[in-house]
């Protein structure tokens, strides 16, 4: 059974920092694509960064994303991070763990609120 748990939210002021990550079990890692995705209240989940598996890494992020947010990987470890710098109130959301295989495999979420 896949699963797909993100740690490492919680609250913080805005300009701040935060890293995600998501530990994948049950499931070959390096091979697959690994995503980021957000949720705010009240809007639809957009796509924050991906990371392709593989050999050569290829990585794309949403163009609010670019200049703030990395998305890595560790195969040795079946954890994708993302690390998200410069915070805003508008980064508030839910942050989902994906995983590119078979359609798609989903964690259950991490919150990350900016506030001050």
């Known amino acids: 059974q896949v699963q797909l748990v993100e740690s490492g939210g919680g609250l913080v002021q805005p300009g701040g920092s935060l890293r995600l990550s998501c530990v994948v079990s049950?499931?070959?890692?390096?091979?697959?694509?690994m995503g980021w995705y957000r949720q705010a209240p009240g809007k639809q989940r957009e796509l924050v960064a991906r990371?392709?598996?593989?050999?050569?890494?290829?990585?794309n992020y949403a163009e609010f994303a670019k200049g703030r947010l990395t998305i890595t990987r560790d195969n040795a470890k079946n954890t994708v991070y993302l690390q998200l710098n410069s915070l805003k109130p508008e980064d508030t959301a839910v942050y989902y763990c994906?995983?590119?295989?078979?359609?798609?495999?989903w964690g259950l979420g991490t919150q990350v609120t900016v506030s001050s």
């Open positions: 990371i392709s598996g593989g050999g050569a890494v290829i990585v």
């Open positions: 049950g499931s070959i890692f390096g091979i697959y694509t």
């Open positions: 994906w995983q590119g295989r078979a359609g798609g495999y």
